[in-house]
């Protein structure tokens, strides 16, 4: 039942993404405007390097504040080792509970090496509901 939903019938196809060069105002801008907690870093391939959250933002808001200097780019404070993502081929419930255990409100999805989508807590909630 729910555990036949496969991700890439509920994920995000259009993910909320930024590159590694942009500035940080920029992803905050793309944050707010589509109202999501983080955002997916890709390189100019649309490889996933990346991962910038509304935390990270904060944080570098904050030390530029302190430093009294500029936020900076994306780069500088997004996180880029150990990303774990999903293959759309995924369970839904799977991934949930992956993503429960890690306790990470998103997850991109990847397929060839390049990014595809995205799961978040709502996409796997309106599947749990619509199912």
Do not use: W
């Not at 997916?40 to 933002?57: A, Q, R, T």
């Amino acid at each position: 039942m729910l555990k036949s939903i496969q991700l890439r019938d509920c994920m995000l196809s259009h993910p909320v993404k930024v590159r590694s060069s942009d500035k940080i105002s920029l992803a905050m801008k793309a944050i707010l405007d589509n109202k999501v907690s983080g955002v997916c870093v890709v390189d100019d391939e649309e490889n996933l390097v990346g991962i910038l959250s509304e935390m990270d933002c904060l944080k570098a808001i904050l030390d530029s504040h302190y430093y009294n200097t500029e936020p900076g780019l994306v780069g500088e404070v997004m996180t880029r080792d150990n990303l774990v993502v999903a293959n759309p081929n995924e369970s839904i419930v799977d991934v949930a509970q992956d993503m429960l255990r890690d306790n990470h409100r998103r997850r991109p999805v990847v397929e060839d090496g390049k990014l595809v989508g995205q799961v978040t807590c709502r996409a796997v909630l309106k599947a749990v509901s619509e199912f």
